[in-house]
């Protein structure tokens, strides 16, 4: 157990609907990010939260958003799914995101989201 | 677009072995991380090396940073069928709001028979 929590661990939804993925942090760690994982693209980065605000953003598409609430749990909505969006989603927390060089993620397992 | 790349991206050698993996770019990175993943889960770390020329050892693993701080590599002595798995490096870089992301490589597939 890494102490990232990450639910559900297995999605299968339709195309055109809407999902939510849950991220708890390990505990004390402020920063939370998002990476999407597929075959073909690798592991790719969506978004980063820093104690609630969003940090950086990378390849996260306008039909995904993401948000980390007060108590520092994040949520990715995936909306208007395609067939494309079957990916593994990956959560990952570290202590701090600040200009600290040589800081280590803890990654979730995953929530494997399968689009039919 | 990938920044970083990895080679190889498979490799498949017997218990025993030696073997290196690769990870090169064009880009400069302020840190450089590699990670294993297994088959269900998510990265694990492994190591992470900030200054140019730096080399770490963890038992048979051996993690070099470029001197340019643009590229890495692992070396495995030994292999053995519990090094089996998928090996990302990545790259920090800063971004504008003084926080930094990880850039993570292609990733290489390792397979180690017994």
């Known amino acids: 157990d890494s102490g990232v929590t990450q639910t559900p661990k297995h999605l299968i939804t339709a195309t055109g609907q809407r999902v939510t993925l849950r991220c708890s942090p390990r505990s004390g760690d402020l920063s939370v990010y998002w990476y999407q994982q597929s075959l073909d693209q690798g592991l790719q980065f969506l978004i980063q939260?820093?104690?609630?605000?969003?940090?950086a953003k990378g390849n996260i598409l306008e039909r995904f958003s993401a948000q980390q609430f007060p108590d520092l749990h994040s949520e990715l909505n995936l909306s208007s799914l395609e067939l494309g969006d079957s990916a593994l989603y990956f959560c990952a927390s570290s202590g701090t995101g600040r200009g600290a060089r040589g800081y280590g993620y803890t990654f979730g397992s995953g929530t494997r989201l399968t689009v039919v | 677009t990938q920044l970083l790349e990895q080679s190889p991206q498979f490799l498949s050698i017997q218990e025993g072995e030696n073997l290196t993996v690769y990870c090169n770019s064009s880009s400069v990175f302020s840190s450089l991380q590699w990670y294993r993943q297994e088959p269900g889960e998510g990265p694990v770390l492994l190591v992470t090396?900030?200054?140019?020329?730096e080399v770490k050892k963890l038992k048979r693993l051996t993690f070099q940073f470029g001197d340019a701080r643009k590229d890495s590599s692992l070396h495995i002595t030994a292999a053995q069928p519990g090094d089996t798995g998928l090996y990302l490096c990545?790259?920090?870089?800063?971004?504008?709001?003084?926080?930094?992301?990880?850039?993570f490589g292609t990733g290489t597939r390792l397979l180690v028979s017994p």
């Open positions: 990545a790259g920090g870089r800063n971004v504008n709001t003084g926080f930094q992301k990880l850039v």
């Open positions: 939260y820093y104690n609630g605000e969003e940090r």
């Open positions: 090396v900030v200054t140019g020329g």
